[in-house]
């Protein structure tokens, strides 16, 4: 891991630049549910406030920063108001009025959050779910082997290329980005389940309910597998865009993805005559 972080530092740094945005409000989005159903007013105001700051800065800095790849989605039907999608580069006008796109975004997002802040303020008594009611042992399972069909999925083009066997096109047609956002919901999906259930008795908790929670008297729990399922699909992701980077050729800057075969990994070396080029 240390290895892949000294060598895909840069990219790295700026994905998370780019995804602190929306991670900060899908977080200030659990730590408010958190916060009510812990019944902690001050968790509940640090989450709006955070998700105020995260939405500010995807509308305002990444908005202007990434105006042209905004412009290349936005022109997907091939027109859009105040765009010219016959062309791909962006002018300063087009950035300037994907400016106000965001602004007006922004000012949508503020009434949307001060909603949030006028009803989930004040306390309210939360309701308490077992893992039976909300299905999180059969969810978090559901996860862990969508990940690890997503390895497998990763390893079969190299598995193709050390059987030199062909490899189905579908393999290359859908990519490891698509299974790979097919898992983080998933595992969205499980930790709000997860935040539905409480996981720790207090002292002013009554009997019925300590009784009622069965769960924490369980060793291993869907919880536990959970949190291994999301290393696992860290680790998976790491290992795709190392892979994905090494199957993709470029050539005059457009990126070409091929197959490996073992004839790729044998230098072309005539062990019969030492002297002949190439050795």
Known sequence: MLLLLVTYWRPLAWFLFYASGPFFVVFSIFALKRGI???????????????????LKMCLIDVRMLAEN?????????????????????????????????????CGACLVLFNLYRNYLPDRKPLECTLEQVHLKFWVTITLWSTILMALWGIAPWLGALLDAPLPRVFLEINWKTLGVINLCLLVVDFWKVESIIWENKMSDSKELKAKRTHLQQTWTPKDTLWMTVFLYLLVCALSYVGNDVLTVKKNDNEVHRRFHLSDYVPDVDISNPGAKGN
């Open 70 to 106: 905004i412009k290349g989605a936005a022109c997907f039907a091939g027109v859009f108001p105040g765009l010219d999608c016959s062309v791909k580069s962006i002018s300063l006008h087009e950035t300037n009025i994907l400016s106000f796109y965001g602004i007006v975004v922004l």
């Open 37 to 55: 159903q812990h019944r902690k007013t001050e968790l509940r105001q640090h989450a709006i406030f955070t998700m105020f700051g995260a939405v």
